[in-house]
């Protein structure tokens, strides 16, 4: 097993940075790679950004690329979310999740491709 805590979020204006960050514990030894998703009300889950565990691959969505950054600190077993330049329809809650099933590349762009989550924190970009 392995669990998720997420922390940080809030509010911030249009424009603004925000960091939300995950520890993980547990069985961190078997995760084989990190991601983070939002949700905004009425959407589905969407892909943000993505981390392989010990590789350091990092994957963004289009949407977010030159404004998001995802970081490992590897003597917390924490991954990090910083999120830059916001606009307002990225107010959504942001979910942490985790795969410890090898699984193709391509995986780590869809929720299908993770067996962990954490609870999620809400972020809300005001215009």
């Known amino acids: 097993q392995v669990q998720l805590v997420e922390s940080g979020g809030g509010l911030v204006q249009a424009g603004g940075s925000l960091s939300v960050s995950c520890a993980a514990s547990?069985?961190?030894?078997?995760?084989?790679?990190m991601g983070w998703f939002r949700q905004a009300p009425g959407k589905e889950r969407e892909f943000v950004a993505a981390?392989?565990?010990?590789?350091?691959?990092?994957y963004y969505a289009d949407s977010v690329k030159g404004r998001f950054t995802i970081s490992r600190e590897y003597a917390k077993n924490t991954v990090y979310l910083q999120m830059n330049s916001l606009k307002p329809e990225e107010t959504a809650v942001y979910y942490c999740?985790?795969?410890?099933?090898?699984?193709?590349?391509?995986?780590?762009?869809?929720?299908?491709?993770?067996?962990?989550w954490g609870q999620g924190t809400q972020a809300t970009i005001s215009s």
């Open positions: 999740a985790a795969a410890t099933v090898p699984r193709n590349v391509g995986s780590v762009y869809a929720p299908s491709g993770y067996d962990y």
């Open positions: 547990g069985r961190t030894f078997s995760i084989y790679a």
């Open positions: 981390r392989a565990w010990n590789s350091g691959n990092v």
